[in-house]
C-alpha cells in the first residue's frame, strides 16, 4: 500500500509538472508580449513596464519557469512584496496574491461539490438499483426514460427555470448564495439547496443509468447464480452479493467526477453567479489574468490526479482480487 | 460534455462499446439474422454481409429509426439554414424589434409569450429584437458545424494513434500511452475556457476583433487536442488483441505489408467500435460548445451559436423566458435523439446485448 502511494505519488507528480510546463509555456510564451495581452485595451506603456518587471519578462522562458516552479515551493520576492511559500505570483487584474484568492474561493467550490455529490449519488443509485430490482416492470421503464431525458437537461437551459419558478414566481426559496457553513449552517444549507439540485440532475440521471446496467450485469454473474442456488433470498443476494461488486465502475466514475467538480464547478457557479473557483476562472480567462488561470489549472489538475490515486486505492477495499502493485 | 462531469464524459462512455466490439466475428446469425422467408431465393441461401445484417437489424429498431430521422432533420436544419432564410424572409441578424416600431415595449416583446406570432414564429429577442426562429436555425448551423469537424479530426487521430500503438507495440505504444494519460489528467472544460483565448492570442493582436472562422478553428484544435484520447484508447486495446490472430498471422506469412494488413485486415474489424463512439462524442462536443458559448468564451455576437442564445436568455430570464426554451427544448429534443440513436447502432452491431 505504502509502496503504491508512493509510486503514484510520483507519477502524479511527473504529470503535474508536464500540465504546468504545457500551460506555462502556452501562456507565456506563445503570444508575443503577456504583459499586453494582460493589460487590456486601455494600456499605458508604465503598466506593461511594471506588469515586466513583476513577471520578470526580460529574462529567458525557461528561467522564468523555473522562477515560477520553484516559487511555488519555496516562495519569491515580487515587487508588490514578499510572497511566501505556495507562490503562484500575483493577479494582473487587480494584484491580489492568486494562493490567497484560491482559498478564499475555495470554500463554495467545497460545498457546492459535497452536497451536489451526496444529491446525485444517494438518489442516482438508489433509483439505479431500484430499476435493476424491478427490471422490466413499470418502475424501470419510467426511472429509464425520466434518466434519458434528464441526462441531456443542461445546467444553463434547467438552472433559469428553476430560478424563474422558485425564486421570482412562487418565491418559495431566496436568490441562491454562499453563505459560510460557520457562520450560519441554515443559511448554508437554503443558499446552496437550488445549486446542488439542479447540479446534479445530469449526475444523477447518469448515476441511475449506470448503477442500473451495472447492477443488471452483476446479477448475470455465476457467483450470483451460485448464490441463489444456494438458496439465499433474492434481498441478500442482490445487496450483498451483486452490489459490491457493481460499485467498481461507479467508484471508478465517482472519482473523477469529484476530482473534476473541486476544480470548479464552471456553469453551475456561472449560472448561480456562485463566488467560487469556476466562476474566478471564468472571469480570469475573460481578464486575460494570466497567472490566476494559471494557477486555477494547477489547482484543478492537482484534485483530477489526487482523485485517480484515491480510485486506485479504493479497488483493494472493495474488491479483495485487486492487489496494488 | 460540457456538463459539469465533463473530464471523464469520455471515460464513461468506452465501456458500452467494449462489450460490444468483442462479438463482431460472429455478426449475429442468430434468430432475425436469416429466419425470415424472404432470405431465400429458391431454396436458395443468400449470402449477407455483417453490414447488411446490422442494416436489416437497425431498421427493425422503430426508435432508433424515429431518432435516425430526427438527427437528419437537425442536420438537414444546419445545412439549409440559408434555403430557410430565404423561404421565411429574415435573416439572424436584422433587429427587427428596432426597425418596427411597437414590437418592442421596454425591450421586452409587446405580445405574450415573446412576441409570437405569425409573422416571428418563435418570437422576437428582448432587447436586440431579433428573429427568434432564424436565430435558432443559424445557431444549430454553426454548433454542428463545428462539432462535426471536431469529431472527424478526434476519430481520424484516434485512428491513427491508437491503431499505431496497438499495431506497433514497444516503444511507439508506451510513447502514446503516456500522452494519453498525460492529456488525460487536463482539466479538460477549464482546458478549453483558458485556451480558446490564449491561442486566439497567437493569431490575433489583442485589440483586433477575431474573424468567425478564426474563432471557429480555434475551437476546434482546442477541443480536439483533449478529445481523442479515451477512442484511441479502446481501439488499441482492440488492436491489442485483433494483432494476436490467425487471419492476421495468416496475412503476415502472404506477405502482406503492415500499411495493406492494417488496412484490409485490421481497420475493417474496428468499424463497430468507432461508429458507436462517434455517436456518442459529437452530442458530447455539441454541448461542450454550447458551454464554451454560454459562459462567453465560445462564439461571441454576432455570430448567431446555440449556446450564446443560452447566455442571452441569462439575461433575459426574469422578465421573458420564453426566448429559453426554444434553445433549450431543441437542445433536449437533439440531446435525446442522438442517444437513442447511439443505443441502437450498438444493439443494431451487438444484438445480444441486453439493453
Known amino acids: 500500500m505504502l509502496r503504491f502511494l508512493f509510486r503514484r505519488s510520483l507519477g502524479a507528480i511527473v504529470i503535474l509538472l508536464l500540465i504546468s510546463a504545457f500551460t506555462f509555456f502556452l501562456f507565456f510564451a506563445a503570444p508575443k508580449d503577456p504583459a499586453l495581452l494582460s493589460c487590456g485595451k486601455n494600456c499605458t506603456p508604465d503598466a506593461i513596464a511594471l506588469i515586466h518587471k513583476n513577471l520578470g519578462l526580460d529574462k529567458p522562458i525557461p528561467v522564468q519557469y523555473w522562477d515560477f516552479m520553484s516559487g511555488i515551493v519555496t516562495g519569491r520576492d515580487f515587487a508588490q512584496g514578499p510572497c511566501p511559500a505556495p507562490c503562484f505570483g500575483y493577479s494582473f487584474a487587480n494584484g491580489d496574491p492568486v494562493w490567497d484568492t484560491i482559498i478564499d474561493r475555495f470554500p463554495t467550490t467545497i460545498s457546492l461539490t459535497i452536497g451536489g455529490a451526496a444529491v446525485f449519488l444517494t438518489v442516482g443509485l438508489g433509483t439505479g438499483m431500484i430499476a435493476a430490482w424491478k427490471q422490466g416492470k413499470l418502475v424501470d421503464k419510467v426511472f429509464s426514460s425520466a434518466s434519458l431525458v434528464l441526462s441531456s437537461m443542461q445546467i444553463y437551459f434547467i438552472g433559469p427555470i428553476v430560478l424563474a419558478l422558485l425564486v421570482y414566481n412562487l418565491e418559495i426559496l431566496g436568490q441562491p448564495k454562499y453563505v459560510n457553513f460557520t457562520d450560519n449552517p441554515a443559511a448554508w444549507f437554503m443558499g446552496l439547496l437550488i445549486p446542488w439540485c439542479v447540479l446534479s440532475v445530469i449526475f444523477t440521471a447518469q448515476y441511475t443509468r449506470m448503477a442500473r446496467s451495472s447492477m443488471i450485469e452483476q446479477l448475470a454473474e455465476e457467483h450470483v447464480r451460485t448464490a441463489r442456488a444456494k438458496g439465499m433470498t433474492r434481498g441478500t443476494v442482490f445487496f450483498r452479493y451483486a452490489w459490491r461488486g457493481s460499485l467498481i465502475p461507479i467508484v471508478t466514475i465517482f472519482g473523477i467526477d469529484l476530482g473534476s467538480l473541486f476544480g470548479g464547478a464552471m456553469i453551475t457557479e456561472q449560472t448561480f453567479a456562485l463566488p467560487g473557483l469556476g466562476t474566478l476562472a471564468v472571469k480570469s480567462v475573460r481578464d486575460t489574468d494570466l497567472p490566476m488561470v494559471m494557477g486555477v489549472m494547477l489547482f484543478a489538475a492537482a484534485f483530477i490526479v489526487l482523485f485517480n490515486i484515491i480510485v486506485d486505492a479504493c479497488y483493494a477495499f472493495i474488491d479483495p482480487r485487486v492487489r496494488l502493485s | ?355
Open chain 2, 1 to 355: 460534455m460540457f456538463q459539469e462531469n465533463s473530464a471523464r464524459g469520455h471515460f464513461a462512455m468506452t465501456s458500452p462499446s467494449q462489450t460490444a466490439v468483442s462479438k463482431t466475428d460472429t455478426p449475429g446469425l442468430g434468430p432475425d439474422g436469416l429466419s425470415k422467408g424472404k432470405d431465400r431465393k429458391g431454396g436458395e441461401l443468400v449470402g449477407r454481409s455483417p453490414g447488411q445484417l446490422m442494416w436489416a437489424r437497425f431498421r427493425r429498431d422503430r426508435v432508433g429509426v424515429i431518432s435516425a430521422y430526427v438527427v437528419l432533420f437537425f442536420f438537414a436544419v444546419g445545412l439549409l439554414a440559408p434555403v430557410i432564410s430565404s423561404l421565411y424572409g429574415k435573416d439572424p441578424y436584422t433587429r427587427y424589434g428596432m426597425l418596427t416600431p411597437g414590437l418592442l415595449t421596454n425591450g421586452y416583446p409587446t405580445q405574450p409569450n415573446g412576441g409570437i406570432s405569425s409573422e416571428f414564429w418563435f418570437g422576437i429577442e428582448p432587447t436586440l429584437g431579433r428573429d427568434v426562429f432564424m436565430q435558432l436555425v443559424y445557431g444549430i448551423r454553426t454548433t454542428l458545424y463545428t462539432a462535426v469537424a471536431i469529431t472527424i479530426a478526434s476519430v481520424l487521430t484516434a485512428i491513427v494513434l491508437g491503431v499505431a500503438a496497438g499495431y506497433f507495440g514497444g516503444r511507439i505504444d508506451y510513447f502514446i500511452g503516456r500522452v494519453i494519460d498525460l492529456l488525460m489528467a487536463f482539466p479538460n472544460q477549464l482546458f478549453f475556457v483558458a485556451f480558446v483565448p490564449v491561442v486566439g492570442a497567437v493569431f490575433v493582436a489583442p485589440e483586433d476583433a477575431m474573424p468567425t472562422w478564426l474563432r471557429a478553428t480555434i475551437l476546434i484544435l482546442v477541443m480536439w487536442f483533449l478529445g481523442w484520447m479515451s477512442l484511441a484508447r479502446l481501439l488499441r486495446g482492440q488492436v491489442l488483441s485483433l494483432r494476436e490472430r490467425e487471419f492476421i498471422e495468416a496475412a503476415k506469412v502472404s506477405g502482406a505489408s503492415p500499411a495493406r494488413i492494417i488496412r484490409r485486415e485490421l481497420l475493417p474489424n474496428v468499424v463497430t467500435p468507432i461508429l458507436v463512439q462517434t455517436t456518442y462524442m459529437l452530442p458530447n462536443f455539441v454541448t461542450s460548445i454550447a458551454g464554451l458559448s454560454f459562459l462567453g468564451v465560445g462564439f461571441v455576437e454576432p455570430t448567431p451559436d446555440w449556446g450564446r442564445m443560452f447566455a442571452n436568455a441569462a439575461d433575459y430570464y426574469r422578465n421573458d423566458i420564453t426566448y429559453l426554451f426554444f434553445p433549450g427544448l431543441a437542445m433536449v429534443i437533439f440531446i435525446v435523439a442522438f442517444n437513442l440513436l447511439g443505443d441502437s447502432v450498438r444493439d443494431a452491431f451487438d444484438p445480444k446485448r441486453a439493453r
